[in-house]
């Protein structure tokens, strides 16, 4: 399922920046990166604390989303706070993995999976 996850978000960091708009202007699928940053960052605390063994493969991920987006100003900061939200929010709630904890993991890599076969469906050439 991971694998698959990646693979879908590989597609939509080669398809993000095809759109042609102002450098700080919102962009029509501002609101789904932004989700999916939140995304990146709660799956970056959660997976830590569920023993994954993954270092810093969500950071990374959305380290490869800001690089292949290249937001400006304020854009850049609302995917930055994106990513912070969700990692806090679970920072908040969880000091160890729980069943609950690997419930929202998955749930998490589905709604990734889904916003990122949505807007490469939508905004892919």
Same mark, same amino acid.
């Given at each position: ?25 919102? *962009? ?9 940053a #939140?995304?990146?960052?709660?799956l ?7 023993g994954?063994?993954?270092?810093? &493969?969500? +950071? ?8 292949? #987006?290249?937001? *400006?100003?304020?854009? @850049? ?17 969880? +000091?160890?993995?729980?069943? *609950?904890?690997?419930?929202?993991? +998955?749930?998490?890599?589905? #709604?990734?999976? &889904?916003?990122? @076969?949505?807007?490469? *469906?939508?905004?892919?050439?």
């Amino acid at each position: 399922m991971s694998t698959r996850f990646l693979a879908i978000f590989a597609l939509i960091l080669a398809c993000a920046s095809a759109p042609a708009r102002a450098q700080d202007g919102a *962009a029509p699928f501002d609101g789904d990166l932004q989700r999916l940053a #939140e995304i990146l960052g709660g799956l970056h605390y959660l997976r830590g604390i569920c023993g994954s063994n993954e270092g810093n &493969k969500w +950071r990374s991920e959305m380290q490869a989303l800001i690089d292949a #987006e290249t937001p *400006a100003g304020e854009r @850049r900061t609302r995917m930055i706070a994106g990513f912070n939200r969700g990692y806090n929010g679970f920072q908040q709630t969880y +000091r160890s993995c729980t069943p *609950a904890a690997t419930v929202a993991i +998955r749930r998490y890599i589905e #709604e990734g999976s &889904k916003i990122s @076969r949505d807007l490469t *469906a939508r905004y892919a050439n």
